[in-house]
């Protein structure tokens, strides 16, 4: 199947300071990518979805201007966590859906394990 | 938007024993339903979807039933394993659409 590569898988970072996320969709490209954040034992809450070539659009409740999101390529986008604070420390992840098929099966990265000390 | 419930939340039993899990959604515009499974720290992986074309569909041991009149779809897994144990979450999306919402997931555990 598809495969969306999400780097780093675990970072840990001081507070104020800024951590940067890549997804990647290795083998098919994806004009949309999305964002989810992922509390302990909880279910995924969607940040935001990331459009190729746009701007991202936001959730409610969601700090734009706190998670940068760039969507430069087809294949590649990334979230920024600027400012980080403890409260910020979370488990995060992307998806993404093959834009030229059919096929509507969302794959997930990794996910990235985020803990702002 | 789309809003998903998913129930019980956490849910046991024996090995060999059949899981049920139920979702209900609220927008009628939603008529793609995937079905995840998340080991602990993990990614979500896919283990079977239903559109609305379809009222059931079957995968060996895990099936997915749908009723799109009364907006609920629910996951069957028969024979369970202790490998089955992991938490499951549904989710229903707009075919036109890409955005996946998700119901709260169900924590399954199978005992030997």
């Known amino acids: 199947g598809a495969v969306v590569s999400q780097h780093p898988s675990w970072v840990i970072c001081k507070s104020g300071t800024s951590v940067k996320i890549e997804c990647r969709s290795l083998?098919?490209?994806?004009?949309?990518m999305f964002w989810y954040r992922q509390f302990p034992k909880q279910s995924l809450m969607l940040m935001a979805t990331?459009?190729?070539?746009?701007?991202?659009?936001?959730e409610q409740g969601v700090e734009k201007d706190k998670f940068l999101i760039n969507h430069a390529s087809l294949t590649l986008s990334t979230l920024t966590v600027t400012s980080a604070h403890p409260e910020d420390s979370s488990f995060y992840i992307c998806?993404?859906?093959?834009?030229?098929?059919?096929?509507?099966?969302?794959?997930f990265g990794q996910g990235t394990r985020l803990t702002v000390v | 938007g789309e809003n998903v419930e998913q129930h019980p939340s956490t849910l046991s039993v024996q090995e060999g024993d059949s899981a049920v899990i139920k979702c209900t959604y609220s927008?009628?515009?939603?008529?793609?339903f995937p079905w995840y499974k998340q080991e602990l720290g993990k990614r979500p992986q896919l283990i079977i979807d239903?559109?609305?074309?379809?009222g059931e569909k079957k995968d060996q041991r895990i099936a997915v039933t749908l009723n799109k009149t009364a907006k609920h779809f629910s996951l069957h897994i028969t024979e369970t394993q202790p490998e089955d144990s992991a938490v499951y979450f549904c989710?229903?999306?707009?075919?036109?659409?890409?955005?996946?919402?998700f119901g709260g997931g169900t924590r399954l555990m199978v005992k030997p």
């Open positions: 998806s993404a859906r093959d834009s030229g098929g059919l096929n509507t099966e969302a794959f």
């Open positions: 083998d098919f490209q994806a004009t949309t």
């Open positions: 990331s459009n190729e070539g746009s701007k991202a659009t936001y």
């Open positions: 927008d009628s515009a939603s008529n793609y």
């Open positions: 239903i559109r609305s074309n379809v």
């Open positions: 989710a229903a999306t707009p075919m036109a659409g890409n955005m996946l919402t």
